[in-house]
């Protein structure tokens, strides 16, 4: 099963410059999964999808490809990543496992951002038979919340075995 894999590149000074904050600010900023999602799926949809964003936030998806396909996008963070739908993510919501089968069932895959390695932040798309196949295999916990270091490895693990670089 292969995967794409990408490269945005951001100047840090530059961004810094044209908003008027501090660099440290801009990287606070661009590491924290909530803010820099707002850029991360533009550039995914406009520049590698040729696609567009869902119709709403409250979309079942975040993206739609050139060919209709919807797509949902997370973020490696220092915390780690979740592959269940937003609404079972944070304070009083819990993990449901046949909702999280319902939203593999809707999409073609996950597009996974490491944000951590701001300001160059490596992309993989990541083919929905993956994920089920690691939800299979208990890769991805009883909640598919994981770990930076075990989220890295999986995908380490399948580049390794075949990929295509998106210029």
């Known amino acids: 099963m292969g995967i794409k894999t990408g490269l945005f590149k951001w100047d840090i000074k530059e ?6 904050i501090k660099e440290t600010e801009v ?13 991360l799926e533009r550039r995914l949809a406009y520049e590698v999808l040729k ?5 709403s936030e409250g979309a079942r ?3 739609i490809d050139a060919e209709g396909g919807k797509w949902e996008v997370r973020s490696i963070s220092k915390g ?12 009083g919501r819990s993990f449901n496992e046949k909702g999280f089968l319902k939203k593999l069932k809707e999409v073609k895959g996950y597009i996974v951002s490491d944000i951590e390695s701001f300001p160059e932040i490596p992309f993989w798309i990541i083919p929905v038979e993956q994920i089920i196949q690691w939800w299979e ?3 991805l916990g009883t909640t598919t919340k994981i770990s930076r ?3 890295l490895n999986l995908i380490s693990a399948i ?3 075949s990929q295509s670089t998106l210029r």
Do not use: H, W
């Open 15 to 20: 961004i810094a410059k044209a908003l008027k």
């Open 27 to 39: 990287r606070l900023y661009f590491t924290d999964g909530r803010r820099i999602s707002f850029m």
């Open 51 to 55: 696609g567009q964003l869902a119709p």
């Open 61 to 63: 998806y975040d993206l």
């Open 80 to 91: 780690g990543i979740y592959f269940c739908p937003s609404y079972m993510v944070g304070s």
């Open 137 to 139: 295999e208990r890769k």
């Open 149 to 151: 270091q075990i989220a």
């Open 159 to 161: 580049s390794n075995n």
